[in-house]
DNA sequence: CGAGGCCTTGACCGCGGTCAATGCCCGTGG
DNA sequence: CCACGGGCATTGACCGCGGTCAAGGCCTCG
């Protein structure tokens, strides 16, 4: 369990066995009913979160109720509501679990911490940001230049995993189109 | 002119006089002409860029040769082919300059010495990522739930510098609509 | 003074949304 | 174990936002 966000970790920066003992020490392990709420709308982001297995969402509410969704994570990914952690302002990003789900959070609080008590987690940090960032605007991208067909076949090859786990409805919802639209679309093929 | 870059740094990072010594002597000036190209599709992103001066964009162009904007830079502002950056793969995005522009260039192998030789200029990165993070999803939130007026709307309460000061027809390219939507926006006010 | 680019406007169209009906699957409780 | 209810997927009918194309006028700059 703690294994899984260890090889994670080093995967990315090197760090002794203290050091790693010390990360591990601010995560606490948390289990998740399907379709429960970690953080709500207008809510400060307060945790980042490590999916050990099942899945969370991060999306948007519209005024009349609609989702959309910015992100899954799935097994071995973290996922937090970055631009209020950032800001530190209300988060426009709710979070959810979208199935079954176990998870290993942080505090920011601790997060900040290790920030100033590891110069290797600023790198850590530094390189899920980059992340994030190249994944939000090639995401931004494909709303400028890409159609809904387009979209949805670019997200079979890159991400198929999305389209074979989740339902119909969270795919649509994470494509910025209606159910009923993405049900044409693979009918059409 | 090396003051202006100077002073944005001081506000972000505190170094003392040879590490800005350092930082600057690795800026190089440039001039450029009005819609001169620093940055074509397909190339590696090579700089980034500190406005001094004018106004730089970086756009994309689709298979038909529509033009969409990600972002624009004016004075006092970086900018930097971010994703192409992070990846070191060729880019999607193009820069340009949208008027006759003046520059202060780094290298990303200057850069990336700096983060070498400046443990400080790693926050500054940090910092800088975080920024164009919270710029892009924010962008992105917005095509989400908003339609082509709220946009607009947003953008003039938000950012209405881009509106007063360049042509419609890059005000549409960055809001992602055409310049006759926009015109017609325009009208109903 | 001419040419080219930009803005506006009208006519038309199509992609994708909405609404509603139907059917399916699945979980839950009697 | 079966019956029921609720959520999801599909499909048809309809519609409207925003795109395209083209024409006309204006401004800028060489």
């Given at each position: 369990?703690?294994e899984l966000l260890a090889s994670y970790?080093?995967n990315v920066i090197s760090v002794n066995?203290?050091?790693?003992?010390?990360?591990?020490?601010?995560?606490?392990?948390?289990?998740?009913?399907?379709?429960?709420?970690?953080?709500?709308?207008?809510?400060?982001?307060?945790?980042?979160?490590?999916?050990?297995?099942?899945?969370?969402?991060?999306?948007?509410?519209?005024?009349?109720?609609?989702?959309?969704?910015?992100?899954?994570?799935?097994?071995?990914?973290?996922?937090?509501?970055?631009?209020?952690?950032?800001?530190?302002?209300?988060?426009?990003?709710?979070?959810?679990?979208?199935?079954?789900?176990?998870?290993?959070?942080?505090?920011?609080?601790?997060?900040?911490?290790?920030?100033?008590?590891?110069?290797?987690?600023?790198?850590?940090?530094?390189?899920?940001?980059?992340?994030?960032?190249?994944?939000?605007?090639?995401?931004?991208?494909?709303?400028?230049?890409?159609?809904?067909?387009?979209?949805?076949?670019?997200?079979?090859?890159?991400?198929?995993?999305?389209?074979?786990?989740?339902?119909?409805?969270?795919?649509?919802?994470?494509?910025?189109?209606?159910?009923?639209?993405?049900?044409?679309?693979?009918?059409?093929?």
């Open positions: 369990m703690e970790i080093k066995d203290t050091e790693m003992q010390l990360i591990l020490s601010f995560f606490k392990f948390k289990k998740l009913k399907k379709n429960e709420l970690v953080l709500h709308h207008g809510e400060a982001s307060q945790r980042t979160f490590f999916v050990i297995k099942g899945c969370l969402r991060i999306f948007y509410i519209d005024e009349q109720g609609v989702e959309s969704t910015r992100y899954f994570a799935f097994e071995n990914q973290f996922a937090t509501a970055l631009v209020s952690f950032i800001t530190a302002k209300p988060s426009e990003e709710l979070m959810q679990a979208v199935e079954p789900t176990e998870v290993l959070y942080i505090s920011h609080e601790n997060f900040y911490r290790l920030l100033e008590l590891l110069p290797q987690w600023e790198k850590f940090y530094r390189i899920y940001l980059e992340n994030a960032y190249v994944n939000n605007t090639n995401r931004l991208q494909s709303f400028f230049v890409q159609d809904a067909l387009t979209k949805y076949r670019y997200l079979l090859e890159e991400n198929p995993i999305i389209v074979q786990r989740l339902s119909n409805k969270l795919v649509a919802s994470y494509l910025g189109i209606s159910q009923a639209t993405l049900s044409r679309l693979k009918a059409k093929k």
